[in-house]
């Protein structure tokens, strides 16, 4: 018997009201995303574009899609045609050409800003200092096919909690700033996703309201990808 169903039972009992939970199917088969929606979840989460699309194809049409990898500008359009939300916006290039292709395509794409919170090189987004820097509202303002509803972080691959929480904790309090400064007329600017398999519990208690879950539901991954 797979462990699937009774994984997100757990997963949902420990969770507050109010955290929703990004099934993170990458590598895994459309049959164990299957046993996840009979279990109940509805928003999945892929890092690529084209497994998101192959699998949406396949699996009931009331999922939503995240797209949580870096997306590069050459598959916008696939990505905006298959997506309800951008997780992992990481650049104002980007930003524009999500917004012309969703335009194009007669829609509005919910996106979140990745932010660049880990020491690890290798994690992508905008440095924190961008953020700041950045008015949010007036880009809001001309780019009218995208809506930007948060922001996205993923913390140092670490045992050391205490260095995760406080990474998560200066995401929390850059999003409340932006919020204050940039979306205080606007309700659209509600999530923060933050925490995976092995810090969600830290995450939430940082003030997460998105957790991108994987292993934690369907078990380790046997194909190892960043
Ligand atoms: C793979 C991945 C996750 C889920 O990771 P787990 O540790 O398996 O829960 C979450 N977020 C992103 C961006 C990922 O690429």
Known sequence: MSKIGPNI?????SLPPGVTVVAVTKTRSSEEALEAYNSGLRVFGENRVQELTAKKAVLPPDIIWHLIGHLQTNK???AVAAASVIESVDSLRL???LSMEAQRQERVIDCL???HIATEETKSGFTIGEIEQTNWSFLSGTLHSVRIRGLMGMATFTHDMEKVRSEFRSLARLFSETRNRCFNNNPQFT???MGMSGDWKV???EGSTMVRIGTLIFGERK????
Not at 223 to 226: Q, V
């Open 76 to 78: 916008v359009r696939q």
């Open 191 to 193: 999530e923060l996703s």
């Open 113 to 115: 800003l990745q932010v």
């Open 203 to 205: 995450a939430i208690e």
């Open 95 to 97: 930003l524009e050409a």
């Open 223 to 226: 194909i190892k990808i960043k």
């Open 9 to 13: 039972q757990n997963l949902l009992k």
